[in-house]
């Protein structure tokens, strides 16, 4: 099979929200590109755009409020922003997919799980239903549910948190996708359940050769299956690197801040001691900063960080940086 | 040896629950069944644990929230749970529940300033003037300025909100505050704000804490001892450095493998859980971990371990563990 290089490159993505309270700026000029295979993390906090980065490339926006309004999204040497809604719904499930943060909520519990999948096998292959249950079993068992004959029958109430989200997984590879994007995928599961759900993504993507734009403000699961970073925050991108390299030679201020600050279970701490802070809050995506967006809270921060604000640069190779300081 | 501040005996907290809409056949919801911890005074306990093991439940049953259905708290020598209304009452100035969610447990329509001087003019200890110098006292306390108290939950941000309602806990100085997941709900660069701001009250009111989270890196950082829970019992606690050091009941053991580690050169060997959770409506016979447990022997699922001490305050419950 052909693989392309890359996969997907995103060019100066911007998606706004316009209402009465104003222009929110999700997402105001991200670019990064995903090679075939890959495993790319998105990190970021509330307000940072990760998600709405996510439903861009499968143009999910809802309109109104949101408008993806410039930018290029390069998918197959075609530019996804102004190809046909109907060939969009091609593109979706068959060649990229995407999985929800909550699975009790992004399941319709008036249908069988059975149904849900074949759902998607028969829109997205445009085969009949009785075609598409083998295919279903199939998925079933690739996700690690037991019997899935009899699961097949059953509604998403009678399954825990980790099978449904199982499912999910199960509906978003069922066509074999070349690009899952996955939004918080395990973030309302418990914490051993999240392990087995990584591992079996994974598992997942080394059989079908899958890339994973994996969105979640969860460093330490980005560490564990991402092999490249995007951090971003209100609309931004601050950094891009390896994931070695943003978690031992970050450069910006804000991806430092954030690998300080979170508690770790491998290091020893001495009782008592206070965690480094990153000062401020998040602020208002109505009221952006002016210039460096981060430069409220940058304990770095100079005049001209105040008044403009810095390009991405590459400061080594593949390693990307916003800061005026680098 | 000191007398501990809280010392919790055997608690038990059953719910009843139909069968299903229409029927009239019930089932018990086994949500703690059987806990004892003791916490002393200026420490932090932790209680971790993943869905349906009883945490929050433990909490609330705790300060009576929901009402107990088995066992005892002692509470500065004196078992609250055989206290009268009026008695309850004087209690809650002594020990406060901060709740998880800042986003639903402040009322939306009322101003900071009144919700927190609330239960000090229910409990008539202050009014007129020196209400509104204890609640902007108190709100400086949280770093918020006095100016807040005239503004609405929704002018605020999920921090802020936080602190608000650890302001309206501390107002009345408490001994104790049980904290139900102070940081979950929060984003990561806030999360680190709102921890130390506990620890530094904790320092200067001499509180002591229990702090119930899924999050184990979090406990880690701030407990002084914590406590594992899984289906409803207590399967392991200890000081933090043993914990953490050397855990020993496989499910802990589980529970820490699990926990994202923020490094990619992370060389540790993954435990990984099979299989979902039981539910809390009907526990594994034997030892309730069985069903996961990947060291299981016959015994495990006959037999329940019990909670042993298997030396310097470290307690597992399991049939594994030399010392049972």
Same mark, same amino acid.
């Given at each position: 099979?052909?693989?392309?290089?890359?996969?997907?490159?995103?060019?100066?993505?911007?998606?706004?929200?316009?209402?009465?309270?104003?222009?929110?700026?999700?997402?105001?000029?991200?670019?990064?590109?995903?090679?075939?295979?890959? +495993?790319?993390?998105?990190?970021?906090?509330?307000?940072?755009?990760?998600?709405? +980065?996510?439903?861009?490339?499968?143009?999910?926006?809802?309109?109104?409020?949101?408008?993806?309004?410039?930018?290029?999204?390069?998918?197959?040497?075609?530019?996804?922003?102004?190809?046909?809604?109907?060939?969009?719904?091609?593109?979706?499930?068959?060649?990229?997919?995407?999985?929800?943060?909550?699975?009790?909520?992004?399941?319709?519990?008036?249908?069988?799980?059975?149904?849900?999948?074949?759902?998607?096998?028969?829109?997205?292959?445009?085969?009949?239903?009785?075609?598409?249950?083998?295919?279903?079993?199939?998925?079933?068992?690739?996700?690690?549910?037991?019997?899935?004959?009899?699961?097949?029958?059953?509604?998403?109430?009678?399954?825990?948190? $980790?099978?449904?989200?199982?499912?999910?997984?199960?509906?978003?590879?069922?066509?074999?996708?070349?690009?899952?994007?996955?939004?918080?995928?395990?973030?309302?599961?418990?914490?051993?359940?999240?392990?087995?759900?990584?591992?079996?993504?994974?598992?997942?993507?080394?059989?079908?050769?899958?890339?994973? #734009?994996?969105?979640?403000?969860?460093?330490?699961?980005?560490?564990?299956?991402?092999?490249?970073?995007?951090?971003?925050?209100?609309?931004?991108?601050?950094?891009?690197?390896?994931?070695?390299?943003?978690?031992?030679?970050?450069?910006?201020?804000?991806?430092?801040?954030?690998?300080?600050?979170?508690?770790?279970?491998?290091?020893?701490?001495?009782?008592?001691?206070?965690?480094?802070?990153?000062?401020?809050?998040?602020?208002?995506?109505?009221?952006?900063?002016?210039?460096?967006?981060?430069?409220?809270?940058?304990?770095?921060?100079?005049?001209?960080?105040?008044?403009?604000?810095?390009?991405?640069?590459?400061?080594?190779?593949?390693?990307?940086?916003?800061?005026?300081?680098? | 040896?000191?007398?501990?501040?809280?010392?919790?005996?055997?608690?038990?907290?059953?719910?009843?629950?139909?069968?299903?809409?229409?029927?009239?056949?019930?089932?018990?919801?086994?949500?703690?069944?059987?806990?004892?911890?003791?916490?002393?005074?200026?420490?932090?306990?932790?209680?971790?644990?993943?869905? $349906?093991?009883?945490?929050? +439940?433990?909490?609330?049953? #705790?300060?009576?929230?929901?009402?107990?259905?088995?066992?005892?708290?002692?509470?500065?020598?004196?078992?609250?749970?055989?206290?009268?209304?009026?008695?309850?009452?004087?209690?809650?100035?002594?020990?406060?529940?901060?709740?998880?969610?800042?986003?639903?447990?402040?009322?939306?329509?009322?101003?900071?300033?009144?919700?927190?001087?609330?239960?000090?003019?229910?409990?008539?200890?202050?009014?007129?003037?020196?209400?509104?110098?204890?609640?902007? @006292?108190?709100?400086?306390?949280?770093?918020?300025?006095?100016?807040?108290?005239?503004?609405?939950?929704?002018? @605020?941000?999920?921090?802020?909100?936080?602190?608000?309602?650890?302001?309206?806990?501390?107002?009345?100085?408490?001994?104790?505050?049980?904290?139900?997941?102070?940081?979950?709900?929060?984003?990561?660069?806030?999360?680190?704000?709102?921890?130390?701001?506990?620890?530094?009250?904790?320092?200067?009111?001499?509180?002591?804490?229990?702090?119930?989270?899924?999050?184990?890196?979090?406990?880690?950082?701030?407990?002084?001892?914590?406590?594992?829970?899984?289906?409803?019992?207590?399967?392991?606690?200890?000081?933090?450095?043993?914990?953490?050091?050397?855990?020993?009941?496989?499910?802990?053991?589980?529970?820490?493998?699990?926990?994202?580690?923020?490094?990619?050169?992370?060389?540790?060997?993954?435990?990984?859980?099979?299989?979902?959770?039981?539910?809390?409506?009907?526990?594994?016979?034997?030892?309730? @971990?069985?069903?996961?447990?990947?060291?299981?022997?016959?015994?495990?699922?006959?037999?329940?371990?019990?909670?042993?001490?298997?030396?310097?305050?470290?307690?597992?419950?399991?049939?594994?563990?030399?010392?049972?």
């Amino acid at each position: 099979m052909k693989t392309e290089h890359p996969l997907l490159r995103i060019n100066n993505l911007r998606t706004y929200f316009f209402s009465y309270a104003g222009v929110s700026k999700a997402v105001d000029g991200v670019s990064f590109s995903l090679e075939s295979g890959e +495993t790319i993390g998105i990190a970021g906090e509330s307000g940072s755009g990760k998600t709405v +980065t996510g439903l861009s490339i499968l143009r999910l926006i809802p309109d109104p409020p949101g408008k993806i309004v410039g930018g290029e999204i390069f998918f197959g040497g075609v530019d996804l922003l102004k190809v046909r809604l109907t060939m969009m719904r091609n593109i979706r499930g068959n060649n990229i997919s995407m999985i929800f943060q909550e699975p009790m909520t992004s399941l319709n519990p008036a249908f069988t799980i059975g149904n849900q999948i074949s759902e998607v096998i028969m829109l997205h292959q445009g085969v009949h239903r009785k075609d598409s249950i083998e295919k279903c079993i199939d998925m079933l068992k690739l996700v690690g549910i037991q019997s899935p004959e009899k699961r097949y029958y059953e509604y998403p109430y009678q399954l825990s948190g $980790g099978m449904r989200q199982r499912i999910m997984i199960a509906m978003a590879l069922s066509c074999n996708p070349r690009i899952l994007i996955a939004d918080e995928p395990t973030t309302a599961l418990d914490v051993t359940i999240q392990a087995q759900i990584l591992e079996l993504m994974n598992k997942l993507k080394e059989e079908m050769g899958t890339a994973i #734009i994996l969105i979640t403000h969860n460093l330490g699961v980005i560490a564990e299956m991402a092999k490249r970073v995007v951090v971003m925050y209100l609309g931004k991108v601050l950094e891009v690197a390896s994931t070695d390299d943003i978690f031992y030679h970050s450069e910006h201020p804000y991806t430092k801040g954030l690998l300080r600050i979170i508690p770790r279970i491998d290091r020893e701490i001495q009782p008592g001691k206070r965690l480094p802070e990153i000062p401020g809050m998040i602020p208002n995506l109505y009221k952006l900063p002016k210039g460096c967006h981060f430069h409220p809270r940058c304990s770095r921060a100079k005049e001209i960080c105040r008044r403009e604000e810095p390009e991405l640069k590459e400061i080594s190779y593949q390693h990307l940086c916003r800061c005026w300081f680098v | 040896m000191e007398e501990p501040l809280l010392s919790v005996r055997d608690l038990k907290k059953y719910f009843t629950v139909r069968k299903s809409l229409f029927s009239k056949s019930k089932d018990q919801v086994f949500a703690v069944d059987g806990i004892s911890l003791e916490i002393g005074k200026g420490e932090t306990l932790g209680l971790v644990g993943e869905s $349906g093991c009883g945490k929050t +439940t433990a909490a609330k049953a #705790i300060i009576r929230a929901v009402e107990p259905t088995g066992g005892k708290v002692i509470f500065q020598g004196r078992n609250i749970f055989k206290f009268n209304k009026r008695e309850m009452r004087k209690l809650r100035m002594k020990i406060q529940l901060v709740y998880q969610d800042p986003y639903s447990s402040l009322n939306p329509r009322m101003k900071i300033g009144t919700m927190i001087a609330e239960p000090v003019k229910v409990h008539k200890i202050a009014s007129g003037h020196e209400v509104i110098e204890r609640v902007s @006292f108190i709100l400086n306390k949280v770093g918020l300025p006095s100016e807040a108290m005239n503004s609405y939950p929704h002018e @605020f941000s999920g921090g802020q909100r936080q602190r608000i309602g650890i302001a309206r806990s501390l107002i009345l100085n408490p001994d104790l505050i049980i904290l139900d997941e102070p940081v979950s709900a929060l984003d990561v660069s806030v999360q680190a704000q709102v921890i130390n701001l506990l620890g530094d009250l904790q320092r200067e009111f001499n509180l002591s804490y229990i702090v119930i989270a899924h999050d184990l890196s979090l406990l880690k950082h701030i407990c002084d001892r914590v406590n594992v829970m899984y289906l409803g019992k207590i399967v392991e606690g200890g000081s933090n450095k043993d914990l953490f050091s050397s855990p020993q009941h496989p499910y802990t053991m589980g529970l820490l493998s699990a926990t994202p580690i923020p490094d990619p050169r992370t060389m540790r060997k993954r435990i990984i859980l099979e299989g979902d959770l039981p539910s809390p409506m009907s526990p594994p016979p034997g030892c309730r @971990f069985h069903t996961r447990c990947p060291i299981k022997k016959r015994e495990c699922e006959q037999i329940e371990p019990e909670l042993t001490d298997i030396g310097g305050g470290h307690w597992v419950a399991c049939h594994r563990v030399d010392g049972n």
